[in-house]
T-cell receptor
Framework: EAGVTQSPTHLIKTRGQQATLRCSPI?????VYWYQQALGLGLQFLLW???????NRGNFPPRFSGRQFPNYSSELNVNALELEDSALYLC?????????????FGPGTRLTVL | KNEVEQSPQNLTAQEGEFITINCSYS?????LHWLQQHPGGGIVSLFM???GKKKHGRLIATINIQEKHSSLHITASHPRDSAVYIC???????????FGTGTRLQVFP
């Protein structure tokens, strides 16, 4: 069974640009979570999607947004990129709604903002 | 306040040693995850537990709800166990995972 996949692996952008990151959950999983791991900081919760709807978001500005498609894959969009957005962005999926279910993580997308 | 603390921050061991990583949290939780992050960033979920003890191979995770404390043990450690181990907690009063800062483990041959 294929795991959670993310693309691209690496992404380099300049300040002010927009970045789009993609995630495909494990087949059968309906919930997708996005996390940010900035250099020197721990993982922080960004967004949670389930059944196509945003269920919760972390303490991030509206520049961070996303969506979940009917096939449960998800996109994370970051607008007006700032230098401090440089981080590893991790996607995770779980078979049931709610963060108290085991999550399976993807390999991450490393975003560098120059 | 929902807080998660891990100790130690860094841990060095010789191959074969028994490893213990600790996680303490501030208030009641509904679940606790132990995650492993290898260099390069990939994260693997090791355990999810809300009570008692779980074992998978050389890894054992325990949780004491009354003491608000969990431990991750690695028996017969191996250099391939070298990674960052992260504790993540789902508190009762929120539906967001709160992560510890991680424990960086290096196991030398």
């Amino acid at each position: 069974e294929a795991g959670v996949t993310q693309s691209p692996t690496h992404l380099i952008k300049t300040r002010g640009q927009q970045a789009t990151l993609r995630c495909s959950p494990i087949s059968g999983h309906t919930s997708v979570y996005w996390y940010q791991q900035a250099l020197g900081l721990g993982l922080q919760f960004l967004l949670w999607y389930d059944e196509g709807e945003e269920r919760n978001r972390g303490n991030f500005p509206p520049r961070f947004s996303g969506r979940q498609f009917p096939n449960y894959s998800s996109e994370l969009n970051v607008n007006a990129l700032e230098l401090e957005d440089s981080a590893l962005y991790l996607c995770a999926s779980s078979p049931l709604a709610g963060e108290n279910n085991e999550q399976f993580f993807g390999p991450g997308t490393r975003l560098t903002v120059l | 306040k929902n807080e998660v603390e891990q100790s130690p921050q860094n841990l060095t061991a010789q191959e074969g040693e028994f490893i213990t990583i600790n996680c303490s949290y501030s208030v009641g939780i509904s679940a606790l995850h132990w995650l492993q992050q290898h260099p390069g960033g990939g994260i693997v979920s090791l355990f999810m537990l809300s009570s008692g003890k779980k074992k998978h191979g050389r890894l054992i995770a325990t949780i004491n709800i009354q003491e608000k404390h969990s431990s991750l043990h690695i028996t017969a450690s191996h250099p391939r166990d070298s990674a960052v181990y992260i504790c993540a907690v789902l508190f009762y009063n929120t539906d967001k995972l709160i992560f510890g800062t991680g424990t960086r483990l290096q196991v030398f041959p």
